[in-house]
C-alpha cells in the first residue's frame, strides 16, 4: 500500500522542441523554481520508442497518437520528478491548458501560452493525476522507488533540508 504525505510527487515533460530553444528552457526552469516546486530527479534524454508507446498507451487509437510519438522520439526531452503540497494541479495550472491556442487566449502568461506550438508542440506534460504520476514515473524513470522516497526523503524535502544543484537542476536532502 503507497505511503501518503502532504507532498505529491508530478512528472514534468520540457517537450524536444522548447529543449532546442536554451533561453525557453531557462525560463521554465525559472518558473518551476519560482513557483516552489523542488525536483526530486532530473534527467535530458531521448525517449525511446518503446518508452514513448508505453507511455501514450492510452491514446493509442487516437489520431495523432503516430504524431505524438513521432514528435516525442524526435529529439531530447527534460524530464523531471517535481514535489510540493499539490503539486499535480500545480503543475498542470503554470503549465496552462492542453490545447495552445485555448492557451494563448486564456492563460497567455502560461508555459503554454507562450511556447506551446500545436496541440501536440504544447511545450509540457503534467501528470493529471496523483495515480497517472505514479504510472508516467515508473515508466520514464524506473530506477526511482516511490515508496522509498516517501519513507526516506519527503519529510526532508516537505522540511526544506534541501540544497539546490543549479547546474544539475536538482534538489538533494541535507544529511540529516
Given at each position: 500500500m503507497?505511503?501518503?504525505?502532504?507532498?505529491?510527487?508530478t512528472?514534468?515533460?520540457?517537450?524536444?522542441?522548447?529543449?532546442k530553444?536554451?533561453?525557453?528552457?531557462?525560463?521554465?526552469r525559472?518558473?518551476?523554481?519560482?513557483?516552489?516546486?523542488?525536483?526530486?530527479?532530473?534527467?535530458?534524454?531521448?525517449?525511446?520508442?518503446?518508452e514513448?508507446?508505453?507511455?501514450?498507451?492510452?491514446h493509442?487509437?487516437?489520431?495523432?497518437?503516430?504524431?505524438?510519438?513521432?514528435?516525442?522520439?524526435?529529439?531530447?526531452?527534460d524530464?523531471?520528478?517535481?514535489?510540493?503540497?499539490?503539486?499535480?494541479?500545480?503543475?498542470?495550472?503554470?503549465?496552462?491548458?492542453?490545447?495552445?491556442?485555448?492557451?494563448?487566449?486564456?492563460?497567455?502568461?502560461?508555459?503554454?501560452?507562450?511556447?506551446?506550438?500545436?496541440?501536440?508542440?504544447?511545450?509540457?506534460?503534467?501528470?493529471?493525476?496523483?495515480?497517472?504520476?505514479?504510472?508516467?514515473?515508473?515508466?520514464?524513470f524506473?530506477?526511482?522507488?516511490?515508496?522509498e522516497?516517501?519513507?526516506?526523503?519527503?519529510?526532508?524535502?516537505?522540511?526544506?533540508?534541501?540544497?539546490?544543484?543549479?547546474?544539475?537542476?536538482?534538489h538533494?536532502?541535507?544529511?540529516?
Open positions: 503507497p505511503v501518503t504525505s502532504c507532498f505529491q510527487l512528472l514534468a515533460i520540457i517537450k524536444p522542441h522548447v529543449v530553444n536554451p533561453i525557453a528552457t531557462q525560463k521554465i525559472e518558473l518551476i523554481i519560482a513557483s516552489n516546486f523542488k525536483i526530486v530527479k532530473f534527467k535530458r534524454k531521448l525517449i525511446s520508442l518503446p514513448a508507446e508505453k507511455f501514450y498507451d492510452e493509442k487509437r487516437k489520431f495523432f497518437y503516430n504524431r505524438l510519438i513521432t514528435f516525442m522520439t524526435s529529439g531530447p526531452s524530464m523531471m520528478i517535481l514535489t510540493k503540497e499539490n503539486a499535480v494541479k500545480d503543475w498542470r495550472d503554470l503549465m496552462g491548458p492542453t490545447k495552445v491556442f485555448k492557451a494563448q487566449f486564456e492563460a497567455p502568461d502560461s508555459i503554454r501560452g507562450k511556447y506551446g506550438l500545436s496541440d501536440t508542440r504544447n511545450a509540457t506534460h503534467g501528470s493529471d493525476s496523483v495515480d497517472s504520476a505514479r504510472r508516467e514515473i515508473g515508466i520514464l524506473p530506477e526511482f522507488n516511490i515508496d522516497w516517501y519513507l526516506k526523503e519527503e519529510q526532508l524535502f516537505r522540511l526544506n533540508k534541501l540544497s539546490f544543484y543549479e547546474d544539475k537542476f536538482i538533494v536532502p541535507i544529511d540529516r
